[in-house]
């Protein structure tokens, strides 16, 4: 039998049986499909050396009126403005105590205890202090006059820190009698532990109303954040809703709106907040509502509260304003809103509205789009040259003017493998370059995102991959994508994306491709496999030839689709390789393409499969 030709189906399909889908790829890392073949996707590459504290939520790049560009960074612990390569702490103050903190040292001890009375903080929580004098004698007034995290909070009056010296017997004042405190905003769980509240987890999960549905710092921290002109308002969920002025500078700090000059009846929590596009309006969802004169300072999870046009600060309705607000019916909370075109789309936790701006004297105008589709997670859609796409907890859809249901060839693989507890972690990208979408995941048994998913919307095609990312901003201001990046217990950085082809400089490791089960004829015969052509284009920097870049091609096989599969061979492909000798015999065979991770010497290397030929001959029946 002459050498034949294999040209598998594009993208990865695990819908099927590994021999039901034969011709076709089943399984994949680090792997795009790009005009029907598989290549490896683009490297990343750290933004610059400066990191920032805790686990980045979310990203948002706007431009002041001076061209200067910046990027929202929303963290478990602080909110950041980056400019340049530099991070800006702009956390608010949640609380300013004033000549009211005393402290207490023990001789040996590097812990500080500090008494305020009803202090509001948590464990992690950042507080800055101010107006201290030396306890007597290592922990002086330099030591405690700066900012300082909280390692444990003992009582509602008291709490600990650590201290950069070492206190010793003559420790013994209190700090003085003009010690200040400004207090940040609690910090969020990194983490969603069950049963903390409601407003953290998936759909259902506690109650609106319960006891702990108000605690702030139980909830795991998402970030919502748009630009208002050149200045920027963002909301931690189930928190404030604050305004940073580019104006005024990144030494600043964000203020709560209810701190600007002229504001009327801002609300005072929220869990999403983003800007109108056209009509310029500033919008909360899952506002708390006016109740006489002020706010309730409690969510209403389906109240939609919109400022006047133009003016943030306005937000009674009044009959000289476009101030307002309306509530959905179809759900129990608002899990997630995005700007689309001409409209802004709602998610409820079963129910998908449009809201559109229709001029006074209503002001916005909400249709019903489609009951019983909901999403998974507040960061779950994304908005891209073809429309909307997000995830529910079912499956994957997309709008373009109606709801339509994307057929997936990875669906069960996903939601049979997906950790529901941490359904709220789930963040949608896309990567219109390569005209993707996708979405980061927790798998089942994982606390911390460690999976991907990825759709073509041209070429219909779906991709696999494990990779740990926290948020994801596509191109636009800046013309590469850029992602958040844990790399270390509280210590995060970001990547520049689709730059080069390794990891931050070493070779990206554990990149493969693996196709399903084939067989000669119907599958009655034995196979013989003795030769492999390659068709590779290797990419990139690396040396070509027989020393530099290198691909392993693995032949598998099993007689019955219910064995599991062994490898036969494993053989190194260069750029200059022309043929790869092999024995195999079996009635079903795999092929395997993959990085060679035992050699991390060579960098810069890419590739892009074409057509394997192999030489089969049959090989008898028993």
């Not at 609300?267 to 004169?293: E, K, M, N, Y």
């Not at 309306?326 to 001409?342: E, F, K, M, P, V």
């Amino acid at each position: 039998m002459p050498l034949q030709k294999f040209i598998f189906k594009a993208g990865i399909n695990k819908e099927l049986t590994a021999y039901a889908n034969e011709g076709g790829w089943f399984d994949s890392n680090l792997v795009r499909f790009r005009k029907g073949l598989p290549e490896k996707i683009g490297g990343w590459a750290k933004r610059s050396d400066n990191t920032f504290i805790s686990r980045g939520r979310a990203l948002h790049a706007w431009t002041s009126l001076s061209g200067t560009q910046f990027i929202g960074l929303g963290a478990t612990k602080k909110y950041y403005v980056v400019e340049g390569t530099n991070y800006y702490d702009i956390t608010p103050i949640r609380k300013t105590s004033t000549n009211s903190i005393t402290f207490s040292a023990t001789d040996g001890s590097t812990t500080i205890t500090a008494t305020d009375s009803s202090h509001g903080a948590v464990i992690g929580d950042f507080v800055t202090i101010s107006g201290a004098v030396s306890l007597g004698g290592n922990i002086t007034a330099s030591v405690l006059n700066q900012e300082h995290e909280i390692v444990s909070v003992p009582t509602s009056d008291t709490y600990t820190f650590t201290a950069s010296a070492t206190a010793n017997s003559s420790d013994t004042g209190n700090g003085g009698s003009g010690v200040d405190g400004e207090y940040q905003i609690n910090i969020g769980l990194d983490v969603y532990v069950p049963s903390t509240g409601w407003g953290s987890s998936g759909w259902g999960e506690g109650t609106f109303g319960s006891s702990s549905a108000l605690s702030f710092a139980t909830q795991l921290r998402l970030y919502s954040h748009d630009n208002f002109g050149e200045d920027l308002v963002f909301n931690p969920r189930n928190g404030g809703v604050y305004y940073f002025d580019t104006s005024s500078g990144t030494s600043n700090r964000a203020v709560s709106l209810s701190d600007l000059s002229g504001a009327n009846l801002p609300p005072t929590v929220a869990l999403q907040v983003l800007v109108s596009d056209i009509d310029r309006h500033v919008i909360c969802f899952g506002a708390d509502p006016i109740v006489g004169s002020s706010r309730s300072g409690t969510i209403d999870p389906m109240l939609i509260a919109f400022s006047d046009q133009e003016d943030v600060t306005q937000w009674e309705p009044l009959p000289t304003n476009t101030a307002g607000s309306l509530r959905l019916s179809a759900g129990s909370s608002i899990i997630g809103a995005l700007r689309a075109r001409q409209e802004t789309l709602v998610w409820t936790d079963t129910s998908l509205y449009s809201l559109s701006f229709v001029g006074q004297p209503f002001t916005f105008g909400v249709n019903l789009v489609n009951e019983g589709v909901g999403l998974v997670g507040p960061n779950a859609a994304v908005n891209t040259p073809k429309g909307i796409f997000w995830m529910d907890k079912k499956g994957f859809y997309s709008y373009t003017g109606q709801v339509q249901s994307l057929p997936c060839s990875v669906l069960n693989y996903v939601f049979n493998d997906i950790n529901d507890t941490q359904s709220f972690q789930i963040f949608a990208f896309s990567n219109k370059a390569f005209d993707e979408v996708g979405w980061f995941y927790c798998s089942s048994g994982q606390t911390n995102i460690d999976r991907y998913v990825v759709y073509n919307y041209n070429e219909n095609t779906w991709s696999i991959g494990q990779l740990s990312r926290n948020a994801w901003l596509d191109e636009g201001v800046f013309d590469k994508p850029i992602a958040t990046h844990e790399l270390s217990s509280n210590t995060s950085c970001i990547f520049n994306h689709e730059v080069g082809n390794d990891d931050d400089g070493s070779a990206m490791q554990n990149v493969f491709i693996e196709s399903s089960d084939f067989d000669i004829g119907e599958g009655d015969m034995f196979q013989h496999i003795s030769r492999v052509i390659p068709d590779v284009k290797f990419i990139g920097t690396g040396t070509l030839g027989s020393s530099g870049q290198q691909l392993d091609f693995v032949l598998k096989k099993r007689n019955f689709p219910g064995e599991n599969l062994t490898t036969v061979s494993t053989s190194a492909c260069f750029s200059n390789t022309t043929k790869l000798n092999t024995r195999l015999r079996g009635r079903q065979a795999v092929l395997r393409v993959q990085s060679n991770d035992d050699d991390t010497s060579v960098t810069g290397m890419s590739f892009r499969l074409g057509a394997t030929r192999l030489d089969v001959k049959p090989d008898g029946k028993r």
